[in-house]
T-cell receptor, first 118, second 118 residues
Framework: ETGVTQTPRHLVMGMTNKKSLKCEQHLGHNAMYWYKQSAKKPLELMFVYNFKEQTENNSVPSRFSPECPNSSHLFLHLHTLQPEDSALYLC?????????????????FGPGTRLTVL | GDSVTQMEGPVTLSEEAFLTINCTYTATGYPSLFWYVQYPGEGLQLLLKATKADDKGSNKGFEATYRKETTSFHLEKGSVQVSDSAVYFCALSDGTNAGGTSYGKLTFGQGTILTVHP
């Protein structure tokens, strides 16, 4: 596998369910991101993890809970979602500058998980 | 805060027509600018980027020039193909680390749907 992979590709869940989205990057990057893509709205950054530490939480409701166990894996745990949470959830990764200053601002995206909340 | 404004779509063209998708931005610093493309059922792919004023990014026949004086980064292609049908996103990256390498979270425009007919 190369690049950024996401599973599942499609998910249908009820409002009382608990599910998790998984993202894995095979690029050796140290930063990972969750975005939400809704119809007719710009991409919304949800969370940023840099060197496994959460560095950004864009006022995301607590029913979305991210987890980053290592720099290659990122999860988004979902519980008691609302129908308006139905969207495409995109994961991305990038190489943030380290102590030596190397890095790039280019983010590489996975194919997304299409989530439908009934 | 930072923002990106793209021309409203959808844009419908015939094959071999000239394409322009306008993008303007607002940013407090010196951002990097990007165009991403999203083909049906896929995640976002980097199309091209420019990191400083007057830089021209180019890829697959697409071009965009970083115009600081007009805060614009318009996407152009001289002759579009059916396979170019997709959603195009303009984005900027804020933040610059101490080493001068630009990095940070992306701010996206709302996306422009392009449909090319044979």
């Amino acid at each position: 596998e190369t690049g950024v992979t996401q599973t599942p590709r499609h998910l249908v869940m009820g409002m009382t369910n608990k599910k998790s989205l998984k993202c894995e990057q095979h690029l050796g990057h140290n930063a990972m991101y969750w975005y939400k893509q809704s119809a007719k709205k710009p991409l919304e950054l949800m969370f940023v993890y840099n060197f496994k530490e959460q560095t950004e939480n864009n006022s995301v409701p607590s029913r979305f809970s991210p987890e980053c166990p290592n720099s290659s894996h990122l999860f988004l745990h979902l519980h008691t979602l609302q129908p308006e949470d139905s969207a495409l959830y995109l994961c991305a990764s990038s190489q943030e500058p380290g102590l030596a200053g190397e890095g790039t601002d280019t983010q590489y995206f996975g194919p997304g998980t299409r989530l439908t909340v009934l | 805060g930072d923002s990106v404004t793209q021309m409203e779509g959808p844009v419908t063209l015939s094959e071999e027509a000239f394409l322009t998708i306008n993008c303007t931005y607002t940013a407090t610093g010196y951002p990097s600018l990007f165009w991403y493309v999203q083909y049906p059922g896929e995640g976002l792919q980097l199309l091209l980027k420019a990191t400083k004023a007057d830089d021209k990014g180019s890829n697959k026949g697409f071009e965009a020039t970083y115009r600081k004086e007009t805060t614009s980064f318009h996407l152009e292609k001289g002759s579009v193909q059916v396979s170019d049908s997709a959603v195009y996103f303009c984005a900027l990256s804020d933040g610059t680390n101490a080493g001068g390498t630009s990095y940070g979270k992306l701010t996206f425009g709302q996306g422009t749907i392009l449909t090319v007919h044979p």
